[in-house]
């Protein structure tokens, strides 16, 4: 599969995991707001959100062409 045939992919990937960031962002939000005192679940969450922020980092980079300066 070559990058124009890839493109499409990436994107429709890179939209479910920001959404997915998003929801996470929501659910933290409401946790803290909510007083919650599990903070393992909370941990789980942030680590998470960590991995999707790599994550669309990555395909952003990949869908970006490399500039050369």
Do not use: F, V
């Not at 960031?21 to 707001?33: E, K, M, P, S």
């Amino acid at each position: 599969m070559n990058e124009n045939e890839e493109a499409p992919d990436l994107r429709a990937r890179l939209a479910q995991l920001t959404e997915e960031h998003r929801d996470l962002d929501t659910a933290i939000a409401a946790l803290i707001q909510a007083g919650a005192h599990d903070q393992i679940q909370l941990t789980r969450l942030k680590k998470r959100k960590l991995q999707l922020k790599d994550q669309i980092a990555q395909i952003e980079d990949d869908l970006l062409p490399d500039i050369i300066a």
